[in-house]
């Protein structure tokens, strides 16, 4: 059923190409959180990876090529991919490790794919607003899958394994095989993290929303449903029971105390705090029922080892860690990286930094943060602009730490789509609307 589900909005999203193609690559990321895999005998397929061809193929089509914007920042990812891409053949050739997935030839151009199908699309500063509450709108339906999940819903569980769940999650497995259901929500995602990262970003969305835009006309018709959203990212990341949400909560209202308008200061955290008190506490009420303790023990477990700073020991502790073998590989080859080839005992998948490191070395990673900087200034031209990019940035690389937060399925997306947008954006913006301070 989920396979018929996804094929039919791929569908939909090729059939509203040929009529819009800018509506159609909304209703593209609205769907792709919710669409489920498309399984064709042992493949599980995201919409998002044929739908990517297929409408760089439409805007080819459309336009001729002398009317394609090319943006610059899509130099650095692509000198990223050919070098990695380059290190994988390499590195198979020498048989320095087991053989990769070259699908990942592929799912690393995506990225600079995406930039340069959003930055073709001439959206205005409105469609992004429109877009973001529309993102932060869907941490509603996405943490109530997650708290179903964590209290045990039948349905819930059934719906997320037939779903959502690709071979070799063997944490939620796991859980599911132990106690019957997912204790730590995943909503959508593949992990706790994978989701603590997700609603991370509402949350930091909908503050943005909620104070930053305070005032102007784009916000003053929308409060109420910035504001559930907000409530939602604190109930769909507490659920996850992840260090990664538990410490970056912490650091987000940080952030937002340094960026946000004084006036908007006090408010925000007031209101974020309060709600962080009602959910948890809540949840640790329901702790005293012993069918729940789990719940309540999980939460203060992770408190714990955020503020004891042992969230990093399961990762990256040289005994003990499950990223010594990893670590001990990147220390070996410091520089350069392996390429897409993954040597026996090595695991990538929870940390965005690892993961660079690992297939690419110091300087892949510094070609990736150069992106990083080259991006900013692009799109720092436009006030709210740059405040919302600064917001998702500073979640993507807090959580990078214990999550793949800019290769995340399902969210990254969002994120390589915003770039775009920011890009082009930024490039028609007029200069009345610039912030000239």
Do not use: H
Not at 164 to 170: D, Q, V
Not at 259 to 271: Q, S
Not at 372 to 387: G, M
Not at 402 to 428: E, H, K, M, Q, Y
Request: aromatic fraction near 14%.
């Amino acid at each position: 059923m989920g396979t018929i589900l996804s094929i039919a909005l791929l569908i939909l999203c090729i059939i509203e190409a040929f009529r819009d193609l800018k509506r159609s690559l909304v209703f593209f990321l609205l769907a792709l959180l919710f669409a489920p895999y498309i399984i064709i005998g042992s493949l599980y397929i995201r919409m998002e990876l044929p739908l990517t061809p297929i409408y760089l193929a439409i805007l080819l089509a459309r336009r001729e090529l002398t009317a394609i914007r090319i943006p610059t920042i899509i130099w650095p990812l692509v000198l990223l991919w050919a070098y990695t891409l380059l290190l994988t053949l390499v590195s198979a050739i020498v048989g320095a490790a087991v053989l990769p997935s070259w699908f990942n030839v592929y799912a690393y151009i995506k990225p600079a794919l995406l930039i340069l199908l959003f930055a073709n699309m001439d959206f205005s500063e409105s469609d992004l607003m429109r877009l973001l509450r529309w993102f932060a709108a869907s941490a509603v339906p996405l943490a109530l899958l997650a708290a179903a999940q964590t209290f045990g819903i039948q349905a819930a569980t059934d719906l997320t394994m037939n779903a959502y769940m690709s071979p070799g999650r063997l944490v939620v497995e796991r859980l599911v095989d132990e106690i019957g259901f997912i204790l730590r929500a995943v909503s959508v995602f593949e992990s706790p993290s994978y989701a603590a990262t997700y609603f991370l970003t509402t949350l930091a969305t909908a503050v943005y929303l909620l104070f930053e835009l305070r005032g102007q006309q784009v916000a003053k018709r929308m409060f109420l449903l910035p504001l559930v959203s907000l409530f939602a990212s604190f109930v769909g990341g507490i659920v996850t029971l992840s260090a990664t949400f538990v410490a970056g909560i912490g650091l987000i209202l940080f952030m937002l105390f340094l960026r946000l308008e004084w006036r908007n200061k006090v408010r925000a955290m007031a209101i974020s705090a309060a709600f962080g008190a009602i959910v948890i506490g809540y949840l640790m009420f329901l702790g005293k029922d012993e069918e729940y303790a789990s719940i309540a023990n999980n939460i203060t477990y992770q408190a714990r080892r955020v503020a004891s700073l042992e969230l990093f020991e399961s990762r990256y502790a040289g005994n003990t860690g499950y990223l010594k073998a990893t670590i001990g590989e990147i220390s070996n080859n410091p520089f350069i990286g392996y390429g897409w080839m993954r040597k026996p005992g090595v695991f990538i998948g929870d940390s965005m930094y690892i993961v660079l490191l690992y297939q690419s070395g110091i300087l892949g990673l510094t070609i990736f943060l150069f992106w990083l900087l080259q991006t900013y200034r692009a799109t720092s031209r436009n006030r709210a602009l740059r405040e919302i990019f600064v917001f998702w940035l500073f979640v993507l690389l807090i959580s990078g730490m214990g999550s793949p937060s800019f290769f995340t399925p399902r969210l990254n997306d969002w994120w390589w789509a915003l770039c775009g947008i920011g890009v082009g954006l930024a490039n028609t913006v007029p200069s009345s609307c610039r912030d000239n301070a």
